[in-house]
């Protein structure tokens, strides 16, 4: 089956399909962007890139995976709208998986690991995973401070995403170059067992952590004087 997946929850602004079937999760085509203003017009034509560089439709698609975040709103929202949109317009299921796990799951490697993202405001996004990737703590929004006192509690040995790199004097921790950030086929291999069941399609719920930065007003405001 061919996958959309779409992930807008950091400045890496990604696209690619993947092929799921009985046998693995293999990554067709890919793109990414590091564009932290960019989003709404990268996504879209970044989509249609990796289906011409697959001599595919939109019709050949079986589901859609989402990065549902954590991620500041504006960037965010732009994947969430267009998975939901063509999941919605093409009557396939989509499926999300949380973004941070397509950067700590595949950093894991038999010792526990913090993943994070940036979160602006000189706070990140973080979470913990185990020796076999699977995640223990978070996902949070802290100080890095603050996550590195809870990644010392978890025995945590190493770090990795864009969020860590730009921290990684507080959070005290190595740091590996890799992944910065989210990885389209993890993404989509952390989705594949839903996809190979045939599961329903799931609302894809932003994982914003914290209010926008812009409220609508509580009370009218007059006008004149």
């Known amino acids: 089956m061919l996958v959309l997946v779409v992930d807008s929850s950091t400045p890496a602004v990604t696209a690619a399909l993947a092929e799921v079937s009985a046998g693995g999760v293999v990554l067709r085509a890919h793109r990414r962007t590091v564009d932290a203003r960019a989003h709404g017009e990268l996504l879209a034509p970044q989509v249609d890139v990796v289906l011409a560089d697959c001599d595919a439709r939109p019709a050949d698609l079986g589901a859609i995976v989402a990065g549902l975040g954590p991620g500041p709103f504006t960037g965010l929202r732009v994947g969430l709208v267009t998975a939901a949109t063509m999941g919605q317009v093409l009557g396939v299921p989509t499926y999300g998986v949380c973004s941070l796990d397509g950067i700590g799951h595949p950093a894991a490697a038999g010792e526990p690991v913090l993943a994070a993202s940036d979160a602006r405001r000189r706070e990140i996004y973080w979470a913990v995973y185990d020796g076999a990737g699977q995640r223990i703590a978070g996902p949070e929004v802290s100080a ?5 006192q809870r990644a ?36 989509a291999a952390l989705a594949a067992e839903r996809i190979r069941a045939g599961a329903p399609g799931e609302a894809l719920t932003p994982l914003y952590l914290r209010r926008p930065d812009a409220v609508a007003a509580t009370a009218r405001k007059p006008v004149l004087p």
């Open 152 to 187: 010392r509690d978890l025995a945590v040995t190493v770090a990795v995403g864009d969020g860590a790199h730009r921290y990684a004097e507080t959070l005290g921790l190595p740091v590996r170059d890799e992944p910065r950030y989210p990885e389209a086929g993890v993404l």
């Open 144 to 148: 890095p401070a603050v996550a590195a």
